[in-house]
């Protein structure tokens, strides 16, 4: 019997061997003929598989060098390259056109995904349709992966992937679990570079969906897992993509991004926290522009309905500017800017977030850096003083409010041709703002004007004047030149800033001595900004003593110009300006000035 099961032993081995034998010459013969690469390849323009070389030990294990793997439809293209692989795969399945593994270990790869503008040209599928591929590819790792791009993006370095992907052709993609990680790698964009040093190592899953249906960034709407990464940027312009609702703010500079990105269905998700630390960030915002060191903080707290997402960003130490002018600048200690959302879309980023943008003291060494503000024609410039600023807009729903308090001393102001210097404190409150046009609601406005001295009016110096003066409704649009409407009330020390537009030095009426130091005067107008000029209609003073002083003033390119009626008891006078000439109305005062619209 021993002998017997020695022959069938022979026997069975000796079987084996030829089978083993033929499966070698038939095997390795297909995997270098022409045969099977044309069998498998026969529509190359929609997938194509090909190598350069292979060799099948085993039945079921193959070795490949040089391995291409690539698709496409009329929407994009994706490409696999291996320069070395190992992997188990059934032969016989690839005549019916699926690629199946059990398991894929490579090194040397490239990894490209496309979008595709398909020809006009190109020939619309057959109506015919045929199996189509399946590819399912369990247990892949690859090592020292070179390149993994995504349209412009090219992430090169030296990484390693591990995953199981199941993909359709014409069909749905799933990704069960991908792990990707690299280290000291480089991100680019258009071969230019966005990113160094990167350290990145990610645990992702791709729910099933259908590649063509959602091209390129679209796909990310199926993304979930965890991410960590820690990288130097040149540039942090992409978190511009997600405040594209809010195109008045705009970031920019580099720095260091640390932290871990957490995404469920294309959303980010607790768990999410970067911080990127800049040494020199730009934050512009409105017609202005921020500079200083900075640190940005992101996080998402929450989950389900009570998730927020929040981005903080602080600059320290800044000079705020306009973007054509540097040379005179703001400076302050900090400025925040707060952006929450309640949803978080890696896509859409912030959609109607709520945004608090607070700059809480600022130092004004020049208040000419806000000189744009007034209409050039007015013949009105700041010529010197300085200030304190403090500054918070508050956004919601994309409709603005703001708080803006300014502070400034020995202020220099040309009017027409009389200069006027003092001290200015005021406090203004705006609402439903549109941010792009710049346009407010004045709700509340005081402005306090004290210390005023008209140093060249030599025959009748005004020194310490005062006023203040109250906005009770307007609307103002913070463009430049300045456009403004308003009602104002105003109280006064006395008149003589007033009377000094229309009186002459040379010339003045004996009982104006008087209405001049009348004090503790109380008035209303309506004013008006708009780009060529300024205009104040309606103006009514009234004081002790009976007296009453009406005028209409418009201040443009031309010498200023307007009417003015000045009662005291029972006399009056009119004037009229025009021209730089002044034109007394001694008698019938009253009916000139309300005849020429006063």
Known sequence: ??????????????????????YLAL???LLTGEFLSQKINRRPEKLEIAWSGAWTPFPGVLRLRDLAVRGQDRKQRWEIEIDRAWTSIALVSLARRSLRTHWLVGSGCRLRLRQRKAPSTEPAPASRRRRPWTIELDGVALEAIEEIAVDELRLVGEGRLRGTIHRVARGALG??????????????????????????????????????????????RFLSGTIRLECEVSTIGILNQYFKNTPWLELRGGGRIAGTVAIERGELIEGTRIRIDSPHLGAQVLDWQAHGSAALDGVVEGRGEEATSTLR???????????????????????????????????????DPA???????????????????????????????????????NVGEG?????????GRRIGVDVDELRVVGDLDLDCRLANGDLATRSFEVTDARLEMKNITLPEAKDDPINGWWARVEVAGGSVALTQPLAATGRVGVEMRDSRPILALFLEEKRRLQWLEKVLVIRDLRGEAEVEFSRSAVTVDHLTVRGREDLEILARLRFSEAPAEGILYARYGRLSTGVELRDGKRDWKLTGARKWFEKHGG
């Open 399 to 407: 409709i603005g409010s703001a708080e803006v308090e300014v502070e």
């Open 27 to 29: 095997g390795n013969y």
């Open 313 to 351: 960003v602080e600059l320290r130490d800044l000079e705020i500017s306009e973007p054509a002018d540097r040379a005179t600048a703001i400076r302050a200690a900090s400025f925040r800017i707060v952006t929450t959302v309640s949803d978080m879309d890696v896509l859409d980023g912030f959609i």
């Open 175 to 220: 990704i069960d679990s991908l792990r990707i990680s690299t280290s000291a790698a480089e991100l680019l964009a258009d071969s230019e570079p966005i990113a160094q040093k990167l350290d990145f190592d990610s645990e992702l899953s791709f729910a099933s969906f259908v590649p063509r249906e959602h091209r390129g960034w679209q796909a990310l």
């Open 355 to 393: 945004m608090t943008i607070d700059l809480p003291a600022a130092e004004v060494p020049d208040l000419g850096i806000f000189r744009g503000y007034f209409p050039p024609e007015l013949g009105l410039s700041t010529l010197s003083g300085s200030g304190r600023l403090r500054v918070r807009l």
């Open 1 to 22: 019997m021993k002998a017997q099961h020695r022959k069938w032993l022979i026997r069975a081995l000796v079987a084996l061997l030829v089978v083993e034998g033929l």
